[in-house]
């Protein structure tokens, strides 16, 4: 693997770490926020669809 591929990996894998890690602090704190969550979530993998196109 080359060393581009695999730093594109643990990228991805630490921006998915982050979101979970991100979301479970979020509905502990209130989970009455979970549609601007949906919203927020949307527009950050809309954000990263463009990123990765």
Do not use: K, N
């Not at 990996?9 to 502990?28: E, H, I, K, P, R």
């Amino acid at each position: 693997m080359s060393a581009r591929s695999l730093s594109m990996l643990m990228l991805v894998t630490a921006v998915v770490s982050g979101v979970v890690w991100l979301d479970v602090q979020y509905f502990a704190a209130d989970p009455s926020l979970e549609s601007r969550h949906d919203a927020g979530l949307a527009q950050m993998a809309a954000r990263q669809d463009g990123i990765l196109r």
